[in-house]
């Protein structure tokens, strides 16, 4: 073996964090497999990171996506996360639920390292349990009352919400802020019903819902697919032509796909959402431009990633840092950051999530058209 020297140990020494330096990371321990990984966001965190890396990186460094499969399972995303943290990431992704978010971001805190979730949605996350954490879009307040407008301006008075505790208050307490919308602009909410993600038959809420005896006028819930075309079906066969109004869940491609045989069957659902999804939008831009670099990014979902990596790139070329928590605080104190789905967003007012408009996406003939995109000011303030 070659005897070393002290000097060449030294050198070697000094040489190491240059080198780690010339990288920014970026650990995403997300679902790549199982029911939530179309909500995932690695695909669009890695072409964003190929487009910023084409133009000479982050103030000149490179940025790199580590990404592996939490396969939605918590204990997996923590044991992730410890291993992205161990190689020097400056900021995490995780599963985009509460019961996987705030542990992540427990164990990221001594490390300085912040948690961004360009596509979380939930309040727990903003209940001042962890201060290292950044969500792209606004809190689920937000959509149900952006939603909940929209169905006030189309008549709708009587509803039906269908509400679970598996996705915490996402699914839980989401249809009941729009009903409590409803209800403050003359509506009535005829019932709340249980179901459980995976459902395939509705028969059960739906006979509950003819039982009632008064003419229901939408449905709200929030869910993912492929349980919300199975939903929209089953009501349209037993003859319920209400409304079908939901939340970011419902902004899958395969939803759009429910109506390739009859375009119509899509004409009474809509869903208030993260960003504008629509032929014009910012982020069907995006995924084309990302399959001419060979990246596949199906969604609005997949494609949010790239506001993680546009963030720490600002970031790193505004604070000339590599730092993760110079990075969180440059990102939290900034009066504007450019991002992909939008223009730019803002932490400075509201500290852990974005205060950005809620399109509302309905469909014509089949196909998406935004129907508003405004911040609702008429939204429930009691999250807890």
Sequence with gaps: MKKLTLTTLTAMSLALP?????????????????????????????????????????GGKKIEVLVQDSA??????????????????????TTPFSDTMIPVAQIAQPYGVSIFQPQSTQVEMHAGIVDNFFTGVSPDPFTATAAANYALSQGVKNVVLLTSDEGGSWSARTPLWFGDVIEEGGGKVLAKMNFSFGTSDWSPQIADMKALGEGIDAVYISSIMPDIGVLVRQLRSAGIDAWVVGSDGFDDPSLDAVAADDPSILDKVFFATLAPSHDESAVVKFMADCKELGHDVPGLFPATGADTVKAVAWAVETSGSSDPAVIAE???????????????????????????????????????????????????????
């Design 330 to 384: 440059t990102i939290r104190n900034a009066d504007s950051i450019p991002v992909m789905t939008v223009d730019s967003i803002s932490f400075k007012d509201t500290k852990t999530y974005a205060q950005r408009t809620i399109p509302v996406i309905g469909f014509k003939d089949g196909k998406r058209v935004l129907i508003s995109n405004e911040i609702p000011e008429n939204t429930p303030r009691d999250w807890n």
């Design 18 to 58: 240059a080198v780690a330096e010339d990288t920014i990371k970026i650990g995403l321990g997300v679902p790549m497999t199982g029911d939530l990984a179309i909500y995932s966001e690695y695909l669009g965190a890695r072409c964003m990171a190929d487009m910023i890396n084409a133009e000479g990186g982050a």
């Design 72 to 93: 939605g399972d918590t204990q997996a995303a923590i044991s992730l996360a410890q291993k992205f943290l161990d190689e020097g990431v400056v900021m995490l992704g």
